[in-house]
């Protein structure tokens, strides 16, 4: 029942983001901000539990954004297990 809710609270959180990176590769603005870094180790959280990597898979723009993000070298060098 609690992750039933999570995931529908989840889901509502993703479709925002969704639509918020929507013809942009990053939350705020041209370039990189902290609202991107935030929020990439979170999504990278998510994304470990099959109920939020299918959740993630509807969300395209959400997808396309961090795996620019995760292509970067500071994020490679900080993630845990090494990406």
Do not use: C, W
């Not at 590769?25 to 299918?54: C, H, N, T, W």
């Amino acid at each position: 029942a609690v992750i039933d809710a999570s995931v529908k609270e989840m889901a509502g959180q993703l479709a925002i983001l969704d639509r918020a990176y929507r013809g942009s590769d990053y939350l705020a603005g041209r370039a990189l901000s902290m609202a991107d870094l935030f929020l990439a180790p979170i999504l990278y959280y998510v994304e470990q539990f099959p109920e939020g990597k299918a959740l993630l898979a509807k969300h395209p723009n959400v997808m396309r954004a961090q795996a620019l993000i995760r292509a970067r070298a500071s994020f490679l060098d900080t993630a845990p297990g090494g990406v």
